[in-house]
């Protein structure tokens, strides 16, 4: 099992926008600022697309945003395109131990 | 251009050993921070270590006390050794360049293609 929850799979239709959660502790995802989300396609090494909660890495398209509120970070997809169909992770920083934790991963389908 | 390329996957049987590459280019391998993240066949990401720049090596309990993570600083490479491997072992592992660190984030900035390591007998 997962340190952090992620629904399995959501879907959407281009254009459409989905939100992607992500579920953790006081000691992770809710106690730190810290948390970044990947991209992955299949066969693919994956790819950051958000991190420390809200940031964007340059050349990340602006559909992409992050947030958090209390335990539980969200990925939102905005404007939603077939190349966005793929796997995403979260990921988040864990006190007390100085290491970082990976949810289980969702896999988009863009319909 | 930042650029990680790992080797020295491949079949190796319960109980043997491997050493994984990551060469890097684009940056400077003792100056920064890099981790080794695994994904088994058709499961999630598993982050298994961490290397800073000062040399300091942190491991997740799944892999402390059998791999070990160096470095070769004149050929900027990074390493991987795993000693008594298990089949739960079986994953692609990714070596990533990271932040690290309190003030800046925790995160994975840029990642090699990854490689296979297969326990199997």
């Known amino acids: 099992q997962s340190a952090l929850t992620q629904p399995a799979s959501v879907s959407g239709s281009p254009g459409q926008s989905i939100t992607i959660s992500c579920t953790g502790t006081?000691?992770?995802?809710?106690?730190?600022?810290?948390v970044s989300w990947y991209q992955q396609n299949p066969g693919r090494a994956p790819k950051l697309i958000i991190y420390?909660?809200?940031n964007r890495p340059s050349g990340v398209s602006d559909r992409f945003s992050g947030s958090k509120s209390g335990n539980t970070a969200s990925l939102t997809i905005s404007g939603l395109q077939t190349e966005d169909d793929a796997d995403y992770y979260c990921?988040?920083?864990?006190?007390?131990?100085?290491?970082?934790?990976f949810g289980g991963g969702t896999k988009l389908t863009v319909l | 251009e930042v650029k990680l390329v790992e080797s020295g996957g491949g079949l190796v049987q319960p109980g043997g050993s491997l050493r994984l590459s990551c060469a890097a280019s684009?940056?400077?391998?003792?100056?920064?921070?890099m981790s080794w993240v695994r994904q088994a066949p058709g499961k999630g990401l598993e982050w298994i270590s961490i290397?800073?720049?000062?040399?300091?090596?942190y491991y997740s309990e799944s892999v402390q006390g059998r791999f070990t993570v160096s470095r070769h600083n004149s050929e900027n490479i990074l390493y991987l050794q795993m000693d008594s491997l298990r089949p739960e072992d079986t994953a692609v592992y990714f070596c990533?360049?990271?932040?690290?660190?309190?003030?800046?984030?925790?995160?994975?900035?840029?990642w090699g293609q990854g490689t296979l390591v297969t326990v199997s007998s």
């Open positions: 420390d909660v809200t």
């Open positions: 990533a360049r990271s932040i690290y660190d309190i003030r800046k984030g925790y995160y994975f900035d840029d």
């Open positions: 290397i800073y720049s000062s040399g300091n090596v």
């Open positions: 684009g940056f400077t391998v003792s100056s920064t921070y």
């Open positions: 006081n000691s992770d995802v809710g106690g730190y600022n810290f």
């Open positions: 990921c988040s920083y864990r006190g007390g131990s100085g290491k970082v934790v």
